[in-house]
Nanobody, 119 residues
Framework: QVQLVESGGGLVQAGGSLRLSCAVS????????MGWFRQAPGKERELICT????????NYADSVKGRFTMSRDNARDTVYLQMNSLKPEDTAVYYC????????????WGQGTQVTVSS
């Protein structure tokens, strides 16, 4: 059974940094990419960045570009989200998700980790 477990969330002041981790276990298949999503209260879930497993190619939403960096460790089956220059509007529950192929949606999801940025 595939499991994704996020960690690293918490409370930080504006301008600070946090690093989220997402560990994948139970995977017996190759997969295409991982994504980080976030959902703030009363708002829709937002895809903020993606990374491919093989080439490490990344894409970022405009809202986080230049402040957030996504990376992966293939040996550990783990992806990371380094978040710098955090703003109160970054407050949300952050989720990682796994995409098996380029044409499928995100098939597996973590439970989420809360990030709160105080002003």
């Amino acid at each position: 059974q595939v499991q994704l477990v996020e960690s690293g969330g918490g409370l930080v002041q504006a301008g600070g940094s946090l690093r989220l981790s997402c560990a994948v276990s139970g995977r017996t298949f190759s997969s295409y990419a991982m994504g980080w999503f976030r959902q703030a209260p009363g708002k829709e879930r937002e895809l903020i960045c993606t990374i491919t497993w093989s080439g490490g190619n990344t894409n970022y939403a405009d809202s986080v570009k230049g402040r957030f960096t996504m990376s992966r460790d293939n040996a550990r089956d783990t992806v990371y989200l380094q978040m710098n220059s955090l703003k109160p509007e970054d407050t949300a529950v952050y989720y990682c998700a796994l995409k098996r192929t380029v044409v499928t949606g995100y098939d597996y999801w973590g439970q989420g980790t809360q990030v709160t940025v105080s002003s």
